[in-house]
């Protein structure tokens, strides 16, 4: 992908100005292949072995009790704050995008019948001095890169705002 310089207020960037090319065009790598092994003991806990780590699961099916630990709704959830998360410091080094501190809070709605998510909310909230054109752009990326973004809008709505807080 070809990339001219854009002139910001905080001097030039390496920004495209326009989308890339589509996804067939610019995938130059072999898909990844990402792998959970996950176990449960009748009536207890499970756990999954994700990323090399283990992570304890609530898998009870047990309504009048409590959970305890995060469940596969959480997950998926989590899942989505996280991949925003990573793509705010992934433009930080390929952009470059400088910010100090990023949070994001993700609601994920789910109905009943049938069982399944029907749209996600989030809110970015973002501690830095860029200007906001380069935070629009940060925000689009956002959403055009990310994997668990892309796959979740593939079957539900997601909407979300990036609200630009300073501290300096």
């Known amino acids: 992908m070809l990339v001219e310089p854009v002139e910001t207020p905080a001097g030039p960037s390496t920004l495209p100005d326009s989308p890339p090319p589509s996804y067939p065009e ?4 072999p898909p990844l292949d990402y792998t959970a092994h996950a176990r449960a003991e009748a009536g207890g806990r499970s756990s999954a072995v994700l990323g090399g780590y283990d992570v304890q699961l609530e898998t009870r099916w047990s309504p009048e009790q409590p959970r305890e630990l995060p469940g596969p709704a959480d997950l998926l959830v989590g899942a989505l704050a996280a991949c925003i998360l990573k793509g705010v410091e992934r433009s930080r080094a390929m952009m470059p995008f400088d910010y ?4 994001v809070e993700v609601t994920g709605r789910r109905q009943d019948a049938p069982p399944r998510f029907t749209s996600f909310h989030y809110v970015i909230r973002l501690d830095t001095d860029e200007p906001p054109r380069r935070v629009e752009i940060l925000h689009r990326n956002l959403k055009q890169f990310g994997t668990i973004y892309n796959t979740l809008a593939a ?12 501290s300096g």
């Open 100 to 103: 100090r501190t990023v949070s």
């Open 26 to 29: 610019a995938m130059d790598t």
């Open 155 to 166: 079957s539900c709505e997601i909407e979300g705002d990036l609200v630009v807080v300073s």
